[in-house]
């Protein structure tokens, strides 16, 4: 690590892949599209979550609908 920012963006990276309540085949299969947007959804969904705006599973999959659809 570079510097304190460098391991707190490396330790979110790593929380997000392990923590999130959703991942990219939840959102190609419900809101049925593929690509880099993926990854835009799943900050978001991320951002929300770490905000205590979602709480669980079912909670990020309403918010997905509710946003995207």
Excluded: H, T
């Amino acid at each position: 690590m570079k510097d304190r920012n460098s391991a707190l963006n490396w330790l979110d990276r790593k929380m997000k892949s392990k923590l999130c309540f959703i991942n990219g085949d939840d959102v190609k299969n419900l809101l049925k599209i593929n690509g880099p947007e993926i990854s835009n959804i799943l900050n978001n969904v991320w951002v929300n979550q770490k905000q205590s705006k979602i709480n669980n599973r079912e909670e990020a999959l309403k918010w997905l609908l509710e946003n995207y659809s």
